[in-house]
């Protein structure tokens, strides 16, 4: 090797570990300055759906019920509210998702719910499925998480799920 490749190779080698030692340095800073400056981030709150329960008058008595859509909640699909026995709210899902299907709704507040396509049963008391007629899609129904607020009757509904179904109409219409 003549003396102008010598210090060629002799740059090159000390080019990468000045290199590797600044990235070191930098890196070694960043996850200081996450350690010691700054707090773990919080979590986001979900999104929240008011429903003003004057509007829907069947919906203020114990074991009173009802299917309706609001808004983006559950995807824009139907959601079922009923009243429970201890005053407080139960929010579900309202299609059997074997297929998407509507519930037929039932008279008794303890009833059961069955679907319109292949007629899987569900529980109108907890939204569980008692007979998924062999789909293991036709499983139990998602729960919204609810707050009563009884003075000026507004239910307030919380869907983490609604990200979920943007992220999915963004995927379909960009895929
Ligand atoms: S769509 Fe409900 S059981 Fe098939």
Redesign the pocket.
């Known amino acids: 090797m003549n003396e102008y490749n010598k210090r060629r190779e002799f740059l090159k080698s000390t080019g990468k570990v000045a290199g590797f030692g600044i990235f070191a340095a930098a890196f070694s800073s960043v996850i200081n300055s996450c350690e010691q400056d700054e707090l773990p981030p919080k979590p986001p709150s979900g999104l929240s759906f008011q429903v003003d329960l004057n509007t829907h008058p069947e919906l203020l008595a114990i074991g009173g019920f009802k299917v309706l859509t609001i808004d983006k909640l559950n995807g824009g699909d139907p959601v079922i509210i009923k009243h429970n026995p201890d005053d407080t709210f139960m929010v579900i899902d309202g299609l ?6 509507n519930l037929e709704m039932p008279s008794d507040p303890n009833g059961n719910m069955v ?6 049963v569900f529980s109108l008391v907890d939204g569980k499925v008692l007979d ?2 062999g ?1 293991s899609t ?1 499983a139990d129904l998602t729960h919204y998480k609810t707050e009563y607020n009884s003075s000026n009757k507004i239910l307030t509904i919380t869907s983490w799920l609604f990200l979920i179904h943007i992220f999915m109409e963004y995927r379909n219409e960009n895929l």
């Open positions: 059997c998702r074997h297929q998407n299907c679907c319109m396509c292949h007629h899987a998924n007629k789909f036709a």
